[in-house]
T-cell receptor
Framework: AQSVTQLGSHVSVSEGALVLLRCNYSSSVPPYLFWYVQYPNQGLQLLLKYTSAATLVKGINGFEAEFKKSETSFHLTKPSAHMSDAAEYFC??????????FGKGTLLTVNP | KAGVTQTPRYLIKTRGQQVTLSCSPISGHRSVSWYQQTPGQGLQFLFEYFSETQRNKGNFPGRFSGRQFSNSRSEMNVSTLELGDSALYLCASPEGAVYGYTFGSGTRLTVV
């Protein structure tokens, strides 16, 4: 079985500051891990994915995430926040049954 | 290429009624997954169809059902609607060999 824990339901940063959104996972098989972003009244947009090719994964809009097996973590970072990054972010793990299991989400607020 | 198309975008139904939602996956993709998103429960897996066969099912009552047609379009049906069925229903289509799912914009169902 798979599970995902996102630490912090709400993260607030200043524009230009580092963004760090935390995700820990549990998986009985080597995981595929994903970060999605959701803007109000929209679906989920894939930011990046880990597929075992490289532990540091670069995604869209300047985001990246590092897979750390020893810590079962897949934290999302961005060096400098923009106002347009304000949204809800979801970490997800895919198991062998093709089902995505999502964390509860982290709402990112960017202050001017 | 076209993305995942969900119709309608918004629905308002009365308790006890039934509703049918539609999803067309990315052209050429044979798999479709459905998810329910609510503020309380977050994103939860409903079911997945592959080549007209249900491959996986989440932990939802039998009032929730689905099907997939030969052209890969999928429908989900909810019978005897309850207030708690109010949610954003998202459809997803796998993207590439490692299933970074592409999501549609969703159908917002409100049960009154």
């Amino acid at each position: 079985a798979q599970s995902v824990t996102q630490l912090g339901s709400h993260v607030s940063v200043s524009e230009g500051a580092l963004v760090l959104l935390r995700c820990n996972y549990s998986s009985s098989v080597p995981p595929y891990l994903f970060w999605y972003v959701q803007y109000p009244n929209q679906g989920l947009q894939l930011l990046l994915k880990y597929t075992s090719a490289a532990t540091l994964v670069k995604g869209i809009n300047g985001f990246e995430a590092e897979f750390k097996k020893s810590e079962t973590s897949f934290h999302l970072t961005k060096p400098s926040a923009h106002m347009s990054d304000a949204a809800e972010y979801f970490c997800a793990v895919r198991g062998s049954n093709y089902k995505l299991t999502f964390g509860k989400g982290t709402l990112l607020t960017v202050n001017p | 290429k076209a993305g995942v198309t969900q119709t309608p975008r918004y629905l308002i139904k009365t308790r006890g009624q039934q509703v049918t939602l539609s999803c067309s996956p990315i052209s050429g993709h044979r798999s479709v997954s459905w998810y329910q998103q609510t503020p309380g429960q977050g994103l939860q897996f409903l079911f997945e169809y592959f080549s007209e066969t249900q491959r996986n099912k989440g932990n939802f009552p039998g009032r929730f059902s689905g099907r997939q047609f030969s052209n890969s379009r999928s429908e989900m049906n909810v019978s005897t609607l309850e207030l708690g069925d109010s949610a954003l229903y998202l459809c997803a289509s796998p993207e590439g060999a490692v299933y970074g799912y592409t999501f549609g914009s969703g159908t917002r169902l409100t049960v009154v």
